[in-house]
């Protein structure tokens, strides 16, 4: 199995800035894209960045500019450093794994979430 250890949320004013964690462990052989999506209140998940395995990014329009994904492919883990954070980012915060584990089977998990809170 693969676990996915989030880190970093907390509480910010807007303006602010906060940085996430997410390790992978388990028994991962590689690990395709890594990514951070949120939820926010009555609200369905979205996508707010992707990391691939070669660091290619990608961004939500609501985010570019502010947020930067990043990734250490050696400790299997994902980073999102989020800066001029608004009331708007305010969300659980889930990080996404696609890996490849033991015996060549590819699977998709999630973290549990943290939960990012920007006062206005």
């Known amino acids: 199995q693969v676990q996915l250890v989030e880190s970093g949320g907390g509480l910010v004013q807007a303006g602010g800035s906060l940085r996430l964690s997410c390790a992978a462990s388990?028994?991962?052989?590689?690990?395709?894209?890594m990514g951070w999506y949120r939820q926010a209140p009555g609200k369905q998940r979205e996508l707010v960045a992707t990391?691939?395995?070669?660091?290619?990014?990608n961004y939500a329009d609501s985010v570019k500019g502010r947020f930067t994904i990043s990734r250490d492919n050696a400790k299997n883990t994902v980073y999102l450093q989020m800066n001029s954070l608004k009331p708007e980012d305010t969300a659980v915060y889930y990080c996404?794994?696609?890996?490849?584990?033991?015996?060549?089977?590819?699977?998709?998990?999630w973290g549990q979430g943290t939960q990012v809170t920007v006062s206005s």
């Open positions: 388990g028994s991962i052989v590689s690990i395709n894209d």
């Open positions: 996404n794994a696609d890996c490849w584990i033991y015996r060549g089977v590819r699977s998709n998990y």
């Open positions: 990391v691939a395995s070669n660091m290619a990014t």
